[in-house]
């Protein structure tokens, strides 16, 4: 008999072939948002659960879920929505979508850094509200990126990606992880202890680490004071790691000349402000939304799945 895996998102075409050749896979056709007491029901019976980030494995969720369930096989990289202690002492084995998505993640943060600094979201509503009458030299003015201080808080795969096609713009490479990388990955760009160390250097700070209590509100008022003045900040890894407040208070005085943000705190109900801001260019969470990374990422939760039901360790286990 094959596993049963209950899916919980429409996932690529492609992708669902494999699952239902090689499982009987409780596929979602219809893409429903299913909430934590549906997966709970829907689960009975399921030897494995391939979610993505938008359903929440909580301590409690994780406690009700059927023992049949042995694995979780996330379609995603991040992996903030599962309570991996939980899963721990429940046996359960959680696995993520790692490498897949560096190259599209980074594609969408280089958009990021150029919709803020030369005013995408402004340009675009002139020519679409006909509102645009006139050139003239002080118009739509932005800031170059050619040349600049680029800080990267965060330089696993995704940040050093990032620092990579950046560097085809010319940018000075500064980064802060929690550990220093070696010297073959950093290829030389600038190694900073701390936030604190690094952000004094960033006219463009783009943020790439992963979300942990440790993180959670990490640029705050006082961190954001410590940036040049006129920066532009980027975020595509979690919304957790801003603190809403304190951005939006820096966009407002021109401290942060623009943002370009992906991702939010309280996803889709972003923190409405930042609707009212010309200086924030804003994507719906789309950093890994290409084809090829789509197809990437729903094959290696299939070979972590293959792996766990083969009986052999799933290469990229998280819990
Ligand atoms: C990821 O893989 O973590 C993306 O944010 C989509 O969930």
Redesign the pocket.
């Known amino acids: 008999m094959k596993p049963v895996v209950l899916v919980t998102r429409k996932l690529p075409d492609a992708v669902e072939a494999r699952l239902s050749r090689d499982y009987d896979a409780k596929l979602n056709p219809d893409d429903a948002l299913y909430t934590s007491d549906e997966i709970i029901e829907r689960a009975q019976g399921a030897d494995a659960i391939l979610p ?2 938008t359903e929440k494995f909580t301590a409690d969720v994780i406690a009700r879920l059927p023992d049949s369930v042995r694995v979780i096989a996330n379609f ?3 992996y903030d929505h599962v309570d991996t202690e939980a899963a721990k002492k429940k046996g359960l084995i959680v696995t993520n ?1 790692p490498d897949v ?1 560096s190259d599209a993640t980074a594609e969408l943060t280089i958009m990021l850094m150029l919709g803020a600094a030369r005013r995408a979201s402004e340009g675009e509503k002139l020519v679409r509200t006909r509102q645009w009458k006139d050139w003239s030299p002080s118009f739509m003015v932005g800031i170059q990126m050619t040349g600049k201080r680029l800080g990267i808080l965060g330089f696993g795969r995704v940040g050093r990606v990032v620092a990579a096609r950046a560097r085809g713009f010319g940018m000075e490479i500064h980064y802060n992880d929690v550990n220093r990388v070696a010297a073959e990955l950093e290829e030389g760009a600038i190694y900073h202890e701390t936030p604190e160390d690094l952000l004094p250097h960033c006219d463009f700070l783009a943020i790439h680490c992963v979300a942990t209590p440790e993180t959670t509100g990490l640029l705050n008022a006082e961190r954001l004071a410590l940036l040049p003045d006129d920066a532009i900040v980027t975020n595509a890894s979690r919304g957790v790691v801003i603190n809403d407040e304190a951005l939006i208070a820096a966009l407002k005085s021109s401290k942060v000349a623009a943002a370009g943000l992906d ?1 939010f705190n309280n996803e889709p109900d972003i923190h409405p402000e930042y609707r009212e801001l010309p200086n924030v260019f804003l994507m719906p ?1 789309i ?2 939304a290409t084809r090829e990374t789509r197809d990437g ?1 729903g094959f290696r939760a299939l070979d972590n799945l293959d792996a766990v039901f083969a009986g052999k360790e799933p290469g990229d286990r998280v819990a």
């Open positions: 993505c980030h995603s990289v991040g979508t998505l991702v969470h950093g890994s990422m």
